[in-house]
């Protein structure tokens, strides 16, 4: 009494756009756009994400700009802060990623020496046995 599960065939993925398409993308796009408002609207309601309160109208959220002693330019300065501290962060990802990509080629070089001056230590430490040998 064994029943056979159903295969399910999940549709292929799509195809990831080349980078032409993306620079299209990004030049057709309004000002409006979510990629340019996505960190104005993520300083001004820090506990959504990227869909934020799409459900609430403006007048019913309450931002953290509209409530009393608080300035936009303590969100620009902190939206500032964090893209500079992501760029930061990307910045240092990709010098420590050609590091990496250049690792195995310094590593190989650096394995060389090593046996080099391996082979050396080896041929020395022989020299100095029969030049022992022979002073006896």
């Keep these: ?3 056979k599960k159903a295969t ?8 990831p ?11 057709h796009a309004l000002p409006d756009d979510v990629v ?10 820090e506990t959504a994400g990227i869909m934020g309160d799409s459900y609430e109208t403006e007048e019913n ?9 608080s300035t936009d330019d303590s969100n620009d300065a902190e939206s500032q ?7 930061q962060k990307a910045i240092q990802f990709l010098e420590v990623n050609n590091e990496l990509k250049n690792a195995p080629k310094s590593l190989r070089a650096q394995c060389e020496q090593l046996e080099e001056m391996g082979r050396n230590l080896t041929e ?9 040998d022979q002073g006896r």
């Design 17 to 27: 756009p080349t980078p032409g398409q993306i620079h299209d993308d990004v030049k």
């Design 81 to 87: 802060q964090n893209v500079e501290e992501l760029y």
């Design 61 to 69: 959220s309450e931002t953290p700009a509209s409530t009393p002693g």
């Design 36 to 45: 340019f408002t996505f960190f104005e609207t993520n300083t001004e309601n």
């Design 124 to 132: 020395a430490i022989g020299q100095l046995k029969s030049q022992a």
């Design 8 to 15: 399910v065939t999940l549709p292929t993925r799509p195809q």
């Design 1 to 3: 009494m064994s029943k």
